[in-house]
């Protein structure tokens, strides 16, 4: 049965998976804003990349969170420290039944939701995607994975959660459901957090930090750090899981980096500090020792706003 999915944030990850269910016929609203909007209003986003080309119209697109008016699924998709503002917004979806699923990186993001949403109406969600808005109204897949993940927090495999994941059957992204989806959330921010880190403190992609033994010996350490947050948390993170995902990191395409590091050479805000920096923070809460994690969000820091302004 086809459900009316919600986008709120029609950038990288809510363009990129809204954007191809719908171009896939889908019953999506983008909710987007500012030039991007304008942008889309005029000509519809065009999604670009190697799983081919496609342009959603610009009646798929919505200004607000108020003028989506019905959905049975809300997707969020904004940057982190836009999560808080809208979950305020959502509270009127969420109560007439709507599911509210992130798929932000970070591991505190459901906290964030049930501040503001009822907590039954909370999904977990996890998405693997490498893609950027190019200019406005143009989302760019930048090639390797396109996957999504889905689960109740309790693991039920509900209704709603099955038919979530079997809306992009054909679409071209793989959805699954999973049983255990606060660990799927960690196991993706042990990787995220690893080259979000790695490639945005060396300022390079993957394939030079894998290669370097330095940097790549950084990768891991980042990686086994938040391993050992998240098992101190009693989340059951396979004590090798970091050296499995640095073998994986090995299979990635050598151009590839992480959404924080395109922030980063762009100028933009980082998320820095619900990543290598929530590392640093949780550590701390639990005794656990977190060393290169602190250091590469001080290193950061200066960036952490966006641009630092010339020393004067
Ligand atoms: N990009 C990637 O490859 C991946 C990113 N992620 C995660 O997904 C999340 C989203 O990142 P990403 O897609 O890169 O972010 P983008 O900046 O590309 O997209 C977010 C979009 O949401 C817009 N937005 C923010 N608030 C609102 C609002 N209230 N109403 C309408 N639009 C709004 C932003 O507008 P404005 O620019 O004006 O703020 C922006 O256009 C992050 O947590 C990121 O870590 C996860 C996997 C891969
Ligand atoms: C590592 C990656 C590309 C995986 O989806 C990601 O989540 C990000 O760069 O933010």
């Known amino acids: 049965m086809d459900m009316r999915v919600a986008v709120v944030g029609a950038g990288g990850v809510g363009g990129y998976f809204g954007g191809r269910l719908a171009a896939a016929g889908g019953d999506v609203m983008l909710v987007a804003r500012g030039r991007h909007l304008e942008a889309i209003r005029a000509n519809g986003l065009s999604i670009r990349g190697a799983a081919g080309d496609v342009t959603v119209p610009p009646g798929a697109v919505v200004p607000s969170v108020d003028a989506v008016g019905r959905a049975d699924v809300v997707l969020v998709a904004v940057k982190l420290w836009d999560t808080e503002d809208v979950a305020r917004q959502l509270r009127p979806l969420a109560e007439s039944g709507a599911a509210v699923v992130s798929l932000q990186n970070g591991v505190e993001t459901r906290e964030a939701l ?38 109740e927090y309790d693991g039920r495999r509900s209704e709603r959660v099955v038919e ?50 330095g940097s790549r010996a950084l990768l891991l350490d980042v990686m086994r750090e938040t391993v050992a947050v998240g098992r101190a948390r009693g989340v059951a993170l396979d004590p090798s899981f970091a050296d499995e995902r640095l073998a994986f990191c090995d299979t990635l395409p050598p151009d590839m980096a992480a959404s924080m590091h395109h922030d980063l050479t762009h100028g933009n805000r980082l998320e820095l500090p619900w990543l290598s920096g929530a590392v640093a923070r949780l550590g701390a809460e639990l005794g656990v020792p977190t060393p290169r994690n602190s250091t590469v969000a001080d290193i950061l820091s200066p960036y952490v706003q966006g641009a630092p302004a010339t020393a004067g």
């Open 164 to 213: 979530l994941a079997a809306q992009w059957a054909g679409a071209g992204p793989e959805a699954e459901v999973s049983t255990d989806i606060t660990r799927m959330i960690w196991e993706k921010f042990v990787f995220l957090v690893g080259l979000s880190a790695a490639t945005t403190a060396v300022r390079q992609p993957i394939g030079v930090v894998r290669g370097d033994a």
């Open 114 to 151: 049930r501040r503001h949403l009822p907590e039954e109406s909370l999904l977990g969600g996890v998405c693997y995607v490498s893609a950027v808005i190019e200019q406005p109204g143009v989302v760019v897949h930048r090639g390797g994975f396109q996957k999504l993940v889905f689960g």
